[in-house]
């Protein structure tokens, strides 16, 4: 295993996009549910956050970090809510964003992509199915499946885990 999980501050390597994995609070409806998941993620609830993959690129055109991840398309939506927590099928979208820096805290450098990453993550994403299932295909395999893609690092959430010291 040549790459050892680390914190956000590494070396820009030339030329190689850099991979990281970031956490965040879940998504809920306003009121006790967000209440809920804030706190579950405050608490450092592994199991209750979600997975989302940071690329720094190492150049222009893609400059700023961009950050991929895998959701419902309506996450603050109860029914939404009800039907994945049931283990029924509800559509997901993939959503692509701009950081103006990355996150201090809940994020890990992985591993530089030896391959444009922003573009091999378009191609991911083509083929990514997009009905979400929570526990089978959900930001958790978005994000272990994109990793492995970009890096050939196998299970990184599940590595991530074992090495995270809360």
Not at 33 to 62: C, E, K, R
Not at 75 to 90: C, N, Q
Not at 115 to 144: M, S
């Amino acid at each position: 295993m040549t790459s050892v999980l680390s914190s956000v501050k590494t070396p820009k390597t030339v030329g190689r996009d850099e991979v990281y994995v970031a956490a965040v609070a879940l998504r809920a409806t306003k009121g006790p549910g967000q209440l809920l998941m804030s706190t579950a993620y405050a608490l450092n609830l592994w199991d209750l956050q979600h997975f989302m993959v940071i690329i720094n690129p190492s150049s222009p055109p893609h400059s700023p970090a961009l950050v991929f991840d895998f959701q419902p398309q309506d996450p603050e939506s109860i029914s939404v809510a009800l039907a994945a927590l049931s283990g029924r099928k509800v559509p997901g979208s993939i959503l692509t964003r701009k950081l103006t820096k990355l996150p201090k805290a809940k994020c890990w450098f992985i591993k530089s992509s030896e391959v444009d990453a922003v573009d091999a993550t378009h191609k991911f994403n083509q083929c990514w199915e997009t009905d979400l299932r929570i526990g089978q295909h959900d930001c958790r395999d978005y994000t272990n499946g994109l990793v492995e893609y970009l890096t050939g690092e196998k299970h990184v959430l599940e590595r991530l885990r074992e090495s995270v010291r809360w």
